[in-house]
């Protein structure tokens, strides 16, 4: 429960109180603490940023992930982006950036949060390869990514502000509404003809691993030493 006590115990009293968002990096009540949602610098890693809902939300298996009122953490999680890469000094490609929510059992803290970082660089050249394979039903790629066989989908969205990814893999992937705790998903910037959008993966946990989005991240950003 720590990044809870951290987002409603400081994060929030203290945008309140007109005292700043610190220790989170910013906290979004535009909307309403319902609807709100803060950006935290995460411990690990030299630029990782977590988008956590001000709204008390378990995680991944949360029925309020899938209703209409659904905090809009995505869309804030892209966003942070240009906390990733003000925290590198440096301007990365859209391809280079990855959202990632990890399932029940391989996560943490019992509070909705999603790692905003770079991605592993073999993740990058995989799915770019693998990208013109890509459309709008979700499919078991055929190329593995960290050892593990993604579901992937193309999304055509600039910046996830008009869609909610859990809802798309919760009615996407057969049996994935039933057992939302098991699944993790990531959100991985993408051009497609021109246009900015992402690529959707999403993999089950099992007694022999999976579930865990985050391994397709790269917390030291190597790849940011070969940005252009």
């Avoid at 990058?124 to 039903?137: G, I, K, M, N, Q």
Wanted: charged share 25%; hydrophobic share 45%.
């Amino acid at each position: 429960m720590a990044l809870w006590r951290i987002v409603h115990d400081a994060c929030v009293p203290h945008v309140k109180a007109g005292e700043g968002p610190k220790p989170c990096e910013s906290v979004d009540l535009r909307s309403g603490e319902e609807e709100g949602v803060a950006i935290l610098k995460d411990l690990v890693g030299v630029a990782q940023m977590l988008a956590i809902p001000t709204r008390r939300i378990t995680g991944v298996e949360d029925p309020q992930m899938l209703a209409p009122d659904a905090p809009k953490v995505f869309a804030a999680a892209w966003k942070a982006e240009a906390l990733v890469e003000a925290r590198l000094q440096l301007r990365l490609p859209r391809e280079a950036i990855a959202i990632a929510i990890n399932s029940k059992w391989a996560r943490s803290q019992s509070q909705l949060h999603l790692h905003v970082d770079c991605v592993a660089k073999n993740v990058v050249d995989a799915l770019a390869e693998y990208r013109s394979s890509l459309d709008e039903t979700w499919r078991a790629m055929t190329v593995p990514l960290k050892g593990r066989s993604y579901f992937a989908r193309r999304l055509d969205s600039a910046d996830l502000s008009d869609v909610a990814p859990l809802r798309l893999l919760a009615d996407g992937v057969e049996g994935a509404s039933a057992h939302m705790d098991a699944y993790s998903l990531a959100a991985v910037g993408a051009t497609f003809d021109g246009k900015p959008g992402f690529i959707l993966l999403a993999d089950q946990f099992s007694l022999k691993g999976g579930g865990h989005a985050e391994d397709l991240q790269d917390h030291d950003c190597a790849i940011a030493g070969s940005a252009p």
